[in-house]
């Protein structure tokens, strides 16, 4: 059974090994340089011109594992769901990363266009998922139970908040893929063993190889991404590793204790919230810059210390929710 996480983790490492290896050069042809916002840290402006759109290699990595990992069967429905969803978040973060590139500034998608984008794939996720489920019902429908329909909000939420959420973390060398990878272990864990998952029984085998293929490929684009960073993963990368993430917790039934497993995510995202609302309404900044790393840096703090820490946190984080779910196991 381990090698259902352990061959495509395997995979998944060099499939974006690979990938980074024939990419890099393709990327720094095609002069896909990433863009310094003009507030950012003065330690970033010597970033620019690094090539972006990395997310590619993790995208290459985990997919390709998923694929041609020869265990039990990579199908079904419950996989397909979480592929489109992860390929429509990356969609939508190719045509921001394209047009920023293109117009030679942080001007990509409008936010507005940017959030229809990702309201329109987790809307057709979350459908798929109520019809998909519709269809087991024994008797009656599911569009019609309320309380179903309110966790579809929730689920619908979840997907644009988390694909945000770590388009937010994606701000310093190897942070989002650093603290997004105890992610990707604990969902392909819970998916495996979790003993109200059954994940077997539903189908959702497929699921946790792509998870474990996902947290490979994670690693693997590391090696390319470690400071200092020789790619960066670009809205393609971390839209679809939040939207990804989100399709397969909401897959194995973890759609609440996704709030505790990625939660140094939504604290990044939190505290740029919290940052635009005081700012408007008392003209007064809580952090001294937000997403919360870059406080830190302006803190006076390394950016490899700022990402070790926030990377423990994060395994810290996906420990509890384990021990939760499996105590007295």
Same mark, same amino acid.
């Not at 507005?112 to 990702?118: I, M, P, S, T």
């Not at 994670?218 to 399709?247: E, K, R």
């Given at each position: 059974?381990?090698? %259902?996480?352990?061959?495509? #983790?395997?995979?998944?490492?060099?499939?974006?090994?690979?990938?980074?290896?024939?990419?890099?050069?393709?990327?720094?042809? #095609?002069?896909?340089? !990433?863009?310094?916002?003009?507030?950012?840290?003065?330690?970033?402006?010597?970033?620019?011109?690094?090539?972006?759109?990395?997310?590619?290699?993790?995208?290459?990595?985990?997919?390709?594992?998923?694929? =041609?990992?020869?265990?039990?069967?990579?199908?079904?429905?419950?996989?397909?769901?979480?592929?489109?969803?992860?390929?429509?978040?990356?969609?939508?973060?190719?045509?921001?990363?394209?047009?920023?590139?293109?117009?030679?500034?942080?001007?990509?998608?409008?936010?507005?266009?940017?959030?229809?984008?990702?309201?329109?794939?987790?809307?057709?996720?979350?459908?798929?998922?109520?019809?998909?489920?519709?269809?087991?019902?024994?008797?009656?429908?599911?569009?019609?139970?309320?309380?179903?329909? =309110?966790?579809?909000?929730?689920?619908?939420?979840?997907?644009?908040?988390?694909?945000?959420?770590?388009?937010? &973390?994606?701000?310093?060398?190897? =942070?989002?893929?650093?603290?997004? =990878? $105890?992610?990707?272990?604990?969902?392909?864990?819970?998916?495996?063993?979790?003993?109200?998952? !059954?994940?077997?029984?539903?189908?959702?085998?497929?699921?946790?190889?792509?998870?474990? *293929?996902?947290?490979? *490929?994670?690693?693997?684009? #590391?090696?390319?991404? *470690?400071?200092?960073?020789?790619?960066?993963?670009?809205?393609?990368?971390?839209?679809?590793?939040?939207?990804?993430?989100?399709?397969?917790? %909401? &897959?194995?039934? !973890?759609?609440?204790?996704?709030?505790?497993?990625?939660?140094? /995510?939504?604290?990044?995202?939190?505290?740029?919230?919290?940052?635009?609302?005081?700012?408007?309404?008392?003209?007064?900044?809580?952090?001294?810059?937000?997403?919360? /790393?870059?406080?830190?840096?302006?803190?006076?703090? $390394?950016?490899?210390?700022?990402?070790?820490?926030?990377?423990?946190?994060?395994?810290?984080?996906?420990?509890? *929710?384990?021990?939760?779910?499996?105590?007295?196991?």
């Amino acid at each position: 059974m381990l090698s %259902i996480l352990f061959g495509p #983790l395997l995979l998944g490492i060099l499939g974006a090994y690979v990938g980074g290896i024939l990419l890099l050069p393709l990327l720094l042809r #095609l002069k896909v340089g !990433q863009v310094i916002n003009t507030w950012a840290p003065e330690s970033h402006k010597s970033k620019g011109g690094t090539p972006t759109m990395g997310g590619a290699i993790i995208l290459v990595g985990a997919f390709s594992a998923t694929l =041609l990992f020869p265990g039990p069967p990579a199908t079904g429905i419950a996989l397909a769901g979480v592929l489109l969803a992860t390929i429509g978040f990356a969609a939508v973060g190719f045509v921001d990363d394209y047009l920023i590139v293109r117009r030679g500034k942080n001007l990509g998608l409008r936010a507005r266009e940017k959030l229809a984008g990702q309201f329109l794939v987790a809307g057709l996720f979350v459908m798929w998922q109520l019809l998909w489920e519709n269809e087991l019902r024994p008797s009656g429908s599911i569009l019609g139970d309320p309380m179903r329909m =309110l966790l579809a909000g929730y689920h619908l939420l979840l997907l644009v908040g988390l694909s945000n959420a770590v388009n937010l &973390t994606d701000g310093l060398d190897g =942070l989002a893929a650093g603290v997004s =990878l $105890p992610v990707w272990i604990t969902l392909a864990v819970l998916g495996l063993f979790a003993p109200h998952v !059954q994940s077997a029984a539903r189908g959702d085998v497929g699921v946790v190889i792509f998870c474990a *293929a996902f947290a490979g *490929a994670t690693l693997g684009y #590391l090696w390319f991404n *470690a400071h200092p960073a020789q790619v960066f993963m670009g809205d393609v990368g971390s839209l679809a590793i939040g939207g990804g993430m989100a399709a397969a917790a %909401i &897959t194995f039934r !973890q759609e609440w204790l996704l709030l505790l497993v990625a939660l140094v /995510h939504w604290v990044e995202m939190a505290s740029v919230i919290i940052q635009v609302t005081s700012f408007k309404t008392t003209g007064k900044r809580v952090f001294k810059m937000s997403p919360l /790393h870059h406080h830190y840096e302006k803190c006076g703090e $390394p950016e490899t210390r700022i990402v070790a820490r926030f990377s423990i946190l994060s395994a810290v984080c996906c420990l509890l *929710a384990l021990s939760m779910v499996f105590r007295g196991v």
